[in-house]
């Protein structure tokens, strides 16, 4: 007798529900989020407990790592390919945990990807850079903005980066514009020693692996954003090719069409990697700068649409070419992604 498992978890306690291979419910309880409980509790049916799936939330990583580790076989399934009939008149977290079990058993689970824990931590740091980057980068805007209404010029942003406090008040004269310029440049130097930090501690504990190591052949992509793709990418052996990778970096647009016409639901755009996405704009951001075969194209998108979109096709570019970088490694070619 093989029984499958799922999982519905929350924040606090996740409902389980087993099934045996004719579908039939042998065990539902709603447990704690503590893994001595679970385990007792899973303990009467390991023998036969074939697979046990967990909704990918937020908070995954104890529970898929700690039923691993105690010789459960652990499936993460993925929510944003998971779609239940929307005719049901009541669902809850029970109905919820059986029909990820459902799933399994019948073989049609849309699973996601459950990335080595020894690599995660390094990951996560390079995601907090990220976040760090984002908001120096708001603050920067800010700044911009500050000097655009109040003096009617612009400033760079290299020279808003280079700026001290007290530089602020030759810049802006009225005392609490400068107060506002202030704390804008604060917080600027702030985010900026904290991000090298990270950047220096990523450094130390990891290296680029020898496939990822040509891409820094890629205008646009210096050592962070490398380790940031590799980290995130993974085995790039997951992708059947550089479509599905450039749509799991959110670089294609997410549209239906039927009879040849645009449906309003325009399916789902937040599936797929926000991670990657922001690192192939970063690097398509830098090359249009630095390489005049990207900026071409860039213009060449331009004239089409607007910058977003460019930056966004130019970006497509990049991670399509990476693919093949990171699947061959190879060296980037001009010639073969631009013509």
């Not at 697979?51 to 990583?61: A, C, D, L, M, P």
């Not at 680029?208 to 793709?229: D, H, R």
């Not at 755009?269 to 090359?287: P, R």
């Amino acid at each position: 007798m093989e029984l499958i498992a799922g999982i519905d978890l929350h924040s606090d306690n996740g409902y389980y529900g087993i099934i045996n291979e004719e579908g039939e419910r042998v065990f539902r309880k709603r447990l704690p989020n503590h893994l001595p409980t679970i385990l007792s509790a899973l303990r009467p049916f390991q023998a036969h407990l074939k697979s046990i799936v967990v909704e990918s939330t937020y908070n995954w990583y104890w529970l898929v790592d700690g039923l691993m580790e105690n010789g459960y076989e652990a499936h993460l399934a993925n929510p944003a390919g998971i779609e239940q009939y929307d005719g049901l008149k009541h669902g809850d977290d029970k109905t919820d945990a059986f029909f990820l079990a459902e799933l399994m058993r019948l073989r049609i689970l849309p699973e996601g990807y459950i990335y080595p824990k020894e690599e995660r931590p390094v990951r996560d740091l390079l995601r907090r850079r990220m976040m760090l980057v984002q908001q120096r980068t708001s603050h920067i805007l800010s700044f911009q903005g500050l000097m655009s209404r109040q003096t009617g010029t612009g400033i760079s942003c290299d020279h808003v980066k280079k700026l001290g406090e007290e530089d602020v008040q030759g810049l802006l004269g009225e005392e609490y514009v400068v107060l506002a310029g202030r704390t804008n440049i604060a917080t600027i130097r702030f985010l900026t020693e904290k991000i090298r930090v990270l950047e220096w501690a990523a450094l130390k504990r990891v290296k680029l692996k020898p496939e990822y190591e040509k891409l820094m052949t890629v205008p646009g992509i210096g050592i962070i954003l490398a380790l940031t793709i590799m980290l995130e990418t993974g085995d790039i052996q997951r992708f059947p090719g550089p479509g599905n990778y450039a749509s799991y970096c959110r670089c294609v647009k997410a549209k239906r069409i039927s009879n040849s016409k645009k449906k309003k639901k325009k399916g789902n755009q937040k599936n797929g990697n926000k991670y990657l996405s922001w690192a192939y704009v970063e690097a398509a951001n830098f090359a249009k700068r630095h390489c005049p075969e990207a900026k071409r194209f860039f213009q060449r998108k331009m004239a089409k649409a607007n910058q977003v979109l460019a930056t966004k096709a130019l970006a497509c570019k990049l991670a399509k070419a990476c693919y093949f970088i990171m699947r061959d490694r190879v060296d980037f070619d001009t010639k073969k992604i631009f013509g």
